[in-house]
T-cell receptor, first 110, second 115 residues
Framework: EDQVTQSPEALRLQEGESSSLNCSYT??????LFWYRQDPGKGPEFLFT???AGEEKEKERLKATLTKKESFLHITAPKPEDSATYLC???????????FGQGTRLTINP | DSGVTQTPKHLITATGQRVTLRCSPR?????VYWYQQSLDQGLQFLIQ???????AKGNILERFSAQQFPDLHSELNLSSLELGDSALYFC??????????????FGEGSWLTVV
C-alpha cells in the first residue's frame, strides 16, 4: 500500500529563519509527487509537481526537491504569510488519485 | 481561485438525515474526485469519476454514493448520517484520468456538521 509520511508535524519559525519540510514515501511506481498548501478551512492550493529523482522546482520562497525515497520543501527567509499546512501527496501505479501525508503545520512568527 | 466550485459551503444536519454535496469541475476537466478531511484522518480519497463513469473507489462508506452528470458536475450523497461523518468534503478535478502527473485542483470544500 502506498504510504506518505511528513515530518515534522508542526514547525514554528521566526520570520527570515529558513528551514525544510520532509516528505518520505513508499510507493509502487511513482508517477508524480505533489506539494499543496492549505490554509485553515480552505481547499488545498497546488504548489508543485515533481516527476523524477533529481528534479527541483521553485516558486518565490519555496523550493521542492525529489529523491527516490523522499521530497523536501525548502522555505527560504519565510514571512508570516507563509504560515499554513503544507501537504505532500503521491500519484502512483495506474491510479490517478492522490495519497496524502498528514501535513506539516508551519507557523512563521513576525 | 482553483476554478472548482462546491456548494454548499457549510451545512448542519441531524443524525440519520441525508445530504447532497455538489461540485462543478474546472472548465475542460473531465475527472472529478471526492475527498474527506477530518481532524484525525487527514485527506482521504473517496471516489473518482471520469466523463460520467466511476473510475476508482477509495474508503467510501456504503452509506455514501456519488455520480457525475453529462454536464460533468458531480454530486456526493451522504445518507443515514452519523456524528463521525462530520468533516470537510472536498471535490477536485483534473483534465483526464490517466495522464502522468496531471495536476488535481481542489475546491474550497463543504463543511458538514452532524449533530
Amino acid at each position: 500500500e502506498d504510504q506518505v509520511t511528513q515530518s515534522p508535524e508542526a514547525l514554528r519559525l521566526q520570520e527570515g529563519e529558513s528551514s525544510s519540510l520532509n516528505c518520505s514515501y513508499t510507493v509502487s511506481g511513482l508517477r508524480g509527487l505533489f506539494w499543496y498548501r492549505q490554509d485553515p478551512g480552505k481547499g488545498p492550493e497546488f504548489l508543485f509537481t515533481l516527476y523524477s529523482a533529481g528534479e527541483e522546482k521553485e516558486k518565490e520562497r519555496l523550493k521542492a526537491t525529489l529523491t527516490k525515497k523522499e521530497s523536501f520543501l525548502h522555505i527560504t527567509a519565510p514571512k508570516p504569510e507563509d504560515s499554513a499546512t503544507y501537504l505532500c501527496a503521491v500519484q502512483a501505479g495506474g491510479a490517478q488519485k492522490l495519497v496524502f501525508g498528514q501535513g506539516t503545520r508551519l507557523t512563521i512568527n513576525p | 481561485d482553483s476554478g472548482v466550485t462546491q456548494t454548499p459551503k457549510h451545512l448542519i444536519t441531524a443524525t440519520g438525515q441525508r445530504v447532497t454535496l455538489r461540485c462543478s469541475p474546472r472548465s475542460g476537466d473531465l475527472s472529478v474526485y471526492w475527498y474527506q478531511q477530518s481532524l484525525d484522518q487527514g485527506l482521504q480519497f473517496l471516489i473518482q469519476y471520469y466523463n460520467g463513469e466511476e473510475r476508482a473507489k477509495g474508503n467510501i462508506l456504503e452509506r455514501f454514493s456519488a455520480q457525475q452528470f453529462p454536464d460533468l458536475h458531480s454530486e456526493l450523497n451522504l445518507s443515514s448520517l452519523e456524528l463521525g461523518d462530520s468533516a470537510l468534503y472536498f471535490c477536485a478535478s483534473s483534465v483526464d484520468d490517466m495522464g502522468t502527473g496531471n495536476t488535481i485542483y481542489f475546491g474550497e470544500g463543504s463543511w458538514l456538521t452532524v449533530v
